[in-house]
């Protein structure tokens, strides 16, 4: 059970505090920025898809006919679009494996900004492909979008994750997580036909994701890069004092560089892992299975399902079609509030209980959709149903499957173990998005209805991990969170320890040589609040 000390303030008591003290201009500003340039593109080009569907095919076809003469088969058709549309899940995938090589190299608000040229370049494609009459343009376009999105789902998290005071880690680190919904919803208003859901706009409605990065390029590399970077792998502690006099107000900036030393004095004798090495890596096999569960989970949750087919969904729900995309934006408005609710909700109720929450109503709906799939032919009102377990999934998702697990991700791992952790679970994340985006519609007609069990099955196995496996690491520092999970390791690890004069640590959690530290968790290790 959650307790919370009686001498706390309420809720909305509790964030105007944390407003007031902590939450800077500087903060706040950056916070936006690198989500509003960056993450909401992920939930842009995620949606953007859905609507101009019959366009773009129609597009393809009347290429082949003028290149060959002949028109394409429905199944080649139906094969190029599902590539169209599965491509930017394979150019993510490409965009996680090297964002560990760029955070190393650049530092995270220097990838954020440098990597803003792919977007200029996939819009440009994607915006004159028809006048080029090259269908080839739109998916390279929709591939390099792609790199970027793999890029910016990690690297965005891990930056705010690592600027943020450890009160506020929960809060900045959903806000991505809003941006992405404002991002689907911006992709389904423009989609309308009173606006750029016409045949002749359709390259335009691919290609403004550019005017969102200009913005974010022209005002993002006037804020400083986060102090952990500068301080614990550049070692340049003038720049640190800079960077948290920019981010902090009314705190102890020099017991934050205290805490900053101490892990650094921690890895000094610690390169950056690479993945094979953090996979090998006993001491944080818990971390690591983690990141690898949430991250298969929030994929195979059905949410991309959801996003990339909602009116093919709607359709077989019974919606007239002439309201279906009506529908398909009100359920944009769903994923803001609930990304809103989740984000100003965590730093009170935690990153557990928002996961496991998520995932057990996502669960509830899945089966909430099958059993209205099922009866709608003899009882018509099930379409109502079903729109409403759509949308009972999408708010399960936004609550906090879309955002905690790569929040948790940044908290689960030290500076050195971090960014090939973020290739792991983007990886993941983009290897599981593919899948469903391309398996999804074959399912579909293989399973009908019946499909949905099996995201309900993954998305209760992930509550149930949660609950049983991850503890909560609100208010914790990084180090204290690795002690938190050093506990579920045997307690006389001979490999770790060494009888001498005195007991020493040699090796807690990958945390390097603790010398003269004794085996003592104090009360802020426990599992749960």
Not at 83 to 108: H, K
Not at 112 to 128: D, R
Request: aromatic content about 12%; hydrophobic content about 45%; overall charge neutral.
């Amino acid at each position: 059970m959650l307790r919370i000390n009686s001498s706390c303030p309420p809720l909305g008591e509790l964030f105007f505090f944390c407003v007031l003290q902590q939450l800077t201009a500087s903060l706040l500003a950056v916070a936006f920025l690198t989500s509003f340039g960056s993450s909401m593109l992920y939930g842009y080009n995620l949606a953007v898809v859905n609507s101009p569907a019959g366009y773009i095919k129609d597009f393809y076809n009347k290429t082949m006919i003028n290149r060959t003469g002949a028109a394409l088969t429905e199944e080649t058709l139906t094969i190029i679009y599902s590539l169209t549309v599965s491509i930017f899940a394979i150019g993510g995938l490409l965009g996680s494996l090297i964002v560990g090589m760029l955070v190393t190299r650049f530092g995270r608000k220097g990838t954020v900004v440098k990597t803003t040229m792919l977007v200029f370049i996939a819009g440009s494609l994607m915006g004159f492909s028809r006048i080029c009459k090259s269908p080839e343009m739109v998916i390279i376009g929709r591939f390099i979008t792609g790199i970027h999105s793999g890029i910016s789902l990690s690297v965005v998290p891990m930056y705010l994750g690592e600027i943020a005071p450890k009160s506020l880690r929960g809060f900045l680190g959903l806000v991505p997580c809003i941006f992405i919904s404002t991002g689907v919803f911006l992709a389904q208003i423009l989609g309308l036909h009173e606006l750029l859901g016409k045949e002749e706009y359709w390259p335009l409605f691919l290609s403004v994701v550019v005017v969102p990065t200009f913005v974010q390029l022209m005002l993002l590399p006037w804020f400083p890069e986060s102090p952990r970077y500068l301080l614990i792998e550049k070692d340049n502690i003038h720049a640190t004092i800079t960077a948290l006099k920019w981010y902090r107000a009314n705190c102890n900036i020099q017991a934050e560089i205290e805490e900053m030393q101490e892990e650094q004095r921690s890895l000094s004798t610690l390169e950056t892992l690479s993945v094979w090495k953090l996979v090998r890596d006993d001491t944080v096999r818990w971390q690591v299975l983690s990141v690898v569960v949430i991250n298969i989970g929030m994929q195979l949750s059905s949410i991309d399902a959801i996003w990339f087919y909602t009116n093919d969904i709607f359709e077989n729900a019974g919606i007239p079609p002439p309201e279906i995309p009506y529908t398909t934006a009100g359920t944009g408005i769903i994923e803001i509030v609930a990304a809103l609710v989740g984000c100003f909700t965590i730093e009170k109720l935690g990153r557990r209980p928002l996961m496991i929450g998520g995932f057990a109503v996502m669960g509830v709906c899945s089966v909430g959709i099958t059993v209205a799939f099922s009866l709608q032919a003899q009882l018509s009102f099930m379409r109502y149903i079903s729109v409403c377990c759509v949308i009972g999934i999408i708010a399960g998702f936004c609550i906090g499957p879309a955002g905690v697990p790569f929040l948790i991700t940044a908290e689960l791992f030290k500076q050195s173990h971090r960014p090939a952790a973020y290739i792991i679970g983007g990886s993941l994340n983009w290897v599981s998005n593919f899948t469903v985006g391309f398996i999804f519609p074959f399912m579909q007609m293989s399973a009908g209805a019946y499909s949905y069990l099996v995201f309900a099955t993954v998305c209760f196995s992930v509550a149930i991990y949660v609950y049983f496996i991850i503890p909560e690491t609100k208010n914790k520092t990084f180090m204290e969170i690795s002690q938190m999970f050093s506990r579920k390791q045997p307690i006389m690890d001979t490999q770790g320890l060494i009888l001498g004069d005195q007991l020493q640590l040699k090796k807690m959690n990958g945390y390097g040589g603790l010398e003269n530290a004794s085996l003592d968790f104090n009360s802020s290790s426990s599992y749960r609040n």
